[in-house]
């Protein structure tokens, strides 16, 4: 190995670790995997009770039923950062948590935000592409917090909250739309963290 190749791998080592130091120890797995579940479950009842919302009436009760599994979602991976902050022993590492609590806040509140103002409008069609999107700038966001498995995740969400803006209602509405992407997607997050998190505990 010449000078130059072995200078370039030490960087490349340099950079590996000081990637692993930023990322924060206090994501849950399981909570991650908790949240898919809710998106799962919440599809089933909405393929029993709507499939595809027709009407005002079914658009709103939609709109309560994602809404609802949306704030469970939350709850739950913010209780485990909340745990994560207040068991805490060093400045450095509530500084970090405080970081990841606020880093993906504003495009929850955006799309928090846009819900409701396209409620009002009569526009829920766009609701399944605003929540893909803006969750998807929230995790490229935190992407250097995050197991590097993350960041396909997180362009794939991106690009279909892109494409689902210009897809017809009757698509961005049916009740598998949001489970393919949460469901699984929450799943696949939760199984990189718990791996990740493994492999610095050995």
């Known amino acids: 190995m010449t ?3 072995r200078a370039l791998s030490d960087i490349a080592e340099v950079r590996e670790r000081l990637a692993m130091a930023q990322r924060f ?3 849950s797995g399981f909570a991650a995997m908790v949240s898919g579940g809710f998106a799962i479950v919440t599809g089933v009842v909405q393929w029993r009770i709507v499939p595809v919302p027709a009407g005002v009436h079914e658009q709103h009760l939609y709109f309560a039923l994602w809404f609802l599994c949306a704030a469970l979602a939350a709850m739950v991976n913010y209780g485990a950062i909340a745990n994560w902050f207040w068991s805490d022993v060093s400045a450095r590492d509530r ?7 606020l880093v993906i806040l504003p495009a929850l509140m955006l799309g928090a935000g846009l819900s409701f103002a396209l409620l009002s409008r009569g526009q ?20 250097t917090m995050l197991p590097g498995g993350v960041l396909p995740i997180a362009a794939a969400f991106l690009g279909i909250g892109v494409g689902l803006l210009f897809a017809p209602s009757a698509l961005t509405l049916a009740w598998w739309v949001l489970p393919a992407g949460f469901g699984i997607g929450q799943l696949a997050i939760g199984y990189f963290i718990r791996r990740d998190m493994l492999a610095r505990a050995k």
């Open 25 to 27: 120890k206090g994501y």
């Open 124 to 143: 829920i069609g766009l609701l399944p592409g605003i929540w893909y999107g803006c969750y998807g700038v929230g995790l490229f966001a935190s992407r």
């Open 3 to 5: 000078e130059l190749e």
């Open 95 to 101: 500084w970090q948590t405080r970081t990841v609590g």
